[in-house]
T-cell receptor, first 109, second 114 residues
Framework: GQSLEQPSEVTAVEGAIVQINCTYQTSGFYGLSWYQQHDGGAPTFLSYNALDGLEETGRFSSFLSRSDSYGYLLLQELQMKDSASYFCASGGSQGNLIFGKGTKLSVKP | DGGITQSPKYLFRKEGQNVTLSCEQN?????MYWYRQDPGQGLRLIYY???????QKGDIAEGYSVSREKKESFPLTVTSAQKNPTAFYLC?????????????FGPGTRLTVL
């Protein structure tokens, strides 16, 4: 089977840096993706790592270590609008995506 | 503009009724997915389809049915056999040739059973 574990909640202040971790167990590995979802909205794609290392997209970065079955999403210069749930996801063997349960990020002034 | 549409946005159903949720995409994507999301929970896969006239059960397919008669459309029927159907339903699509990175999601349908 496949499963992804991530913290349920994280709180940080505006302007700070926050890291959301994700550990996974998969029968086959097809990369690690990150999605953002605001309350009541649809998930939107943030980043994808197929290989080890850091991928940077503006204020957001994502890291993957396949040997450790571990990845993280790094959010810098936090803004109030970053308050949302963040999901890590990994590809399944049949073209589907398996999602973690999500991390609710609260950004305080 | 290309994208995924879902309708209706809100749906109320009486117990014992079947309801069908619409999902349409004009992204020319081969793969389409249905997920269920409960409050404070992640997304759980109901059904998915990688090609017209073919679909596969996901982790929680019991009480649901789908069809894929056209590439653009992947409707989901919530049947009376689904014991706890109140949830937020999300449809998504993906370009299979594009690799494993991005799924595009529709705005969702919030189903409430009265």
């Amino acid at each position: 089977g496949q499963s992804l574990e991530q913290p349920s909640e994280v709180t940080a202040v505006e302007g700070a840096i926050v890291q959301i971790n994700c550990t996974y167990q998969t029968s086959g590995f097809y990369g690690l993706s990150w999605y953002q979802q605001h309350d009541g909205g649809a998930p939107t794609f943030l980043s994808y790592n197929a290989l080890d290392g850091l991928e940077e997209t503006g204020r957001f970065s994502s890291f993957l270590s396949r040997s450790d079955s571990y990845g993280y999403l790094l959010l810098q210069e936090l803004q109030m609008k970053d308050s949302a749930s963040y999901f890590c996801a990994s590809g399944g063997s049949q073209g589907n995506l398996i999602f973690g349960k999500g991390t609710k990020l609260s950004v305080k002034p | 503009d290309g994208g995924i549409t879902q309708s209706p946005k809100y749906l109320f159903r009486k117990e014992g009724q079947n309801v069908t949720l619409s999902c349409e995409q004009n992204l020319n994507h081969d793969a389409m997915y249905w997920y269920r999301q409960d409050p404070g929970q992640g997304l759980r896969l109901i059904y998915y389809s990688q090609i017209v006239n073919d679909f596969q059960k996901g982790d929680i397919a019991e009480g649901y049915s789908v069809s894929r008669e056209k590439k653009e459309s992947f409707p989901l029927t919530v049947t009376s056999a689904q014991k706890n159907p109140t949830a937020f339903y999300l449809c998504a699509s993906r370009d299979l040739a594009g690799g494993w990175d991005e799924q595009f999601f529709g705005p969702g349908t919030r189903l409430t059973v009265l």
